[in-house]
């Protein structure tokens, strides 16, 4: 899919502009894999031989994408996904201390 393209596409849930990062293009620049985030709802979706997959969750099998996402791993720079969303680790989660654990 060509970048132009891409560019203009925004998140089917709550239209919020997605940010694109490309793992791979061909020769004329046309992206084959990569994802766009959403910054709002931290929707992730996958691009796939340059098709972006763009379902309602509930038309998503994770199991499907996870493969992707693994080989991906290192462009999601340390954050990981879960239920189509993209989370940073350290953000909003409180972390399990050895005093907390009862
Ligand atoms: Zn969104």
Same mark, same amino acid.
């Given at each position: 899919?060509?970048? =132009?393209?891409?560019?203009? %596409?925004?998140?089917?849930?709550?239209? #919020?502009? /997605?940010?694109?990062?490309?793992? *791979?293009?061909?020769?004329?620049?046309?992206? %084959?894999?990569?994802?766009? *985030?959403?910054?709002?709802?931290?929707?992730?979706?996958?691009?796939?031989?340059?098709? !972006?997959?763009?379902? !309602?969750?509930?038309?998503? =099998?994770?199991? %499907?994408? +996870?493969? /992707? %996402?693994?080989?991906?791993?290192?462009?999601?720079?340390?954050?990981?996904? #879960?239920?189509?969303?993209?989370?940073?680790?350290?953000?909003?989660? +409180?972390?399990?201390? !050895?005093?907390?654990?009862?």
């Amino acid at each position: 899919m060509r970048y =132009e393209t891409i560019k203009k %596409l925004c998140c089917p849930i709550d239209k #919020e502009d /997605l940010a694109l990062t490309t793992v *791979t293009k061909d020769t004329d620049g046309n992206i %084959l894999q990569g994802f766009l *985030t959403c910054g709002k709802c931290q929707r992730i979706y996958p691009i796939v031989q340059g098709i !972006p997959i763009m379902s !309602p969750d509930e038309y998503r =099998e994770f199991r %499907l994408e +996870q493969p /992707l %996402l693994d080989k991906w791993k290192k462009h999601l720079k340390g954050r990981v996904v #879960e239920n189509f969303r993209v989370i940073s680790h350290n953000s909003d989660k +409180q972390e399990l201390k !050895p005093g907390n654990i009862k």
